[in-house]
């Protein structure tokens, strides 16, 4: 059986992890072929009602073009002297457009890190994140506008388990915190979500760690186990209709919350307590 979506039916499906087999460009459209892609339970045909996978999908934007594209490079730690390196976004210029879509469709070794598409009067909006995994640890967020963008699929796959690799959740749900950070002020979002909301975001943004990175191990957890738990708990506690609204809304207009000194404040306060009860342990 077939299974068919299209324009914003397309955010049904979460292409977090998914990687490209096969790019090509026939006339004025762009054909995508992906795997590890999942659906959401509400996704076109999905009559479990679970989350589960689509082995092999089929995508095609319809006379398309590359309305903005940006390049970052992936944060990286030196060797040199184990310091983080960032690069600010660079915008690709028109004359390069040309190269990246053949870029596109000639890299064997392509993710994608998120799809959205936004429907007006104009036509379709689709915002995404692809890495080139074989280029300088390069990655582009490109903004396509196309006449129409369609999905197809053969089959629906195995349930997806909740129970996920500590270190592909850790990602996820760091994937999660500009839609948490846009339902935190939410008109519909619960008090109670609102706190854990709150809580998450603050040690999110905080640039001080509980526990420091530098530390083995242990430094591994705070990001693994933690944060990834306290955005965890926020999304549980979100309507699933107000989260996949922010969800949305974040993707479309690229909402990047920064981090600011004073959310470090309750983990300097907390930092502060434990120290206190350290020394009152070897004094007393």
Sequence with gaps: MMYKAENEELNSLDFHFASVISAECAGNDLMLTLCDCDAEWYAVGNESKKKCTVPRIRLRLEDFSIKKALFHEIP??????????????????????????????????????????????????????????GIERA???????????????????????????LKMRAALMKSYIPAVFLALGHKDT?????????????????????????IPVLGYIDDVIILSGLIGIAVKLIPNDVFTECYRKAATESVSPKKKWFY???????????????AKAFLS
């Design 190 to 214: 619960p008090r109670t979500a609102k706190i854990a909301a709150a809580a998450a975001m603050g040690y999110a943004l905080s640039p001080i760690d509980l526990i420091p990175d530098f």
């Design 139 to 165: 990655w582009y967020r490109i903004e396509f506008a196309c006449k129409k963008i369609t999905a197809e699929w053969e089959s629906f796959g195995e349930t997806v388990s909740d129970r996920l690799p």
């Design 264 to 278: 470090s404040l309750p983990v300097i306060i907390l930092w502060i307590i434990i120290i206190g009860l350290i």
């Design 76 to 133: 990286y730690l030196s060797p040199k002297d184990n310091t983080i390196k960032k690069t600010r976004e660079k915008a690709v210029y028109k004359s390069e457009i040309d190269l990246l879509v053949k870029k596109l469709c000639e890299d064997d070794d392509i993710d994608i890190f998120s799809l959205c598409t936004d429907e007006s009067e104009k036509g379709v909006s689709v915002k995404t994140e692809i890495n080139f995994a």
